[in-house]
Nanobody, 122 residues
């Protein structure tokens, strides 16, 4: 399985920008679809965005569409989540995930990082 390590979380004010990074181990990174998920206190983990192995296809949750952008650099074994116009309701632990299956079916994601905290104050 691929090993995933997230970074880039922090405490910001509403309207600010953050970029999360997820570094993956291994030589076959481009064969994995990657995704970002988040879990707020007292809530279930939810899908945020996913990206295909080539990077050409993406999918976003409605709540982040137009504000967040997922991208990847296969040469660096890294996937990113650019988060603009952050809102207090974006506060959560953000998890990076990977799957050898399709980027489109979020239930396929089966390798997970430890998570990084994002806190947005109002």
């Amino acid at each position: 399985q691929v090993q995933l390590v997230e970074s880039g979380g922090g405490l910001v004010q509403a309207g600010a920008t953050l970029r999360l990074s997820c570094a993956a181990s291994g030589r076959t990174f481009s064969t994995y679809a990657m995704g970002w998920f988040r879990q707020a206190p007292g809530k279930e983990r939810e899908f945020v965005a996913t990206i295909s192995g080539s990077g050409r296809r993406t999918r976003y949750a409605d709540s982040v569409k137009g504000r967040f952008t997922i991208s990847r650099d296969n040469a660096k074994n890294t996937v990113y989540l650019q988060m603009n116009s952050l809102k207090p309701e974006d506060t959560a632990v953000y998890y990076c995930a990977a799957t050898r299956g399709s980027y489109y079916f979020i239930q396929n994601f089966d390798s997970w990082g430890q998570g990084t905290q994002v806190t947005v104050s109002s």
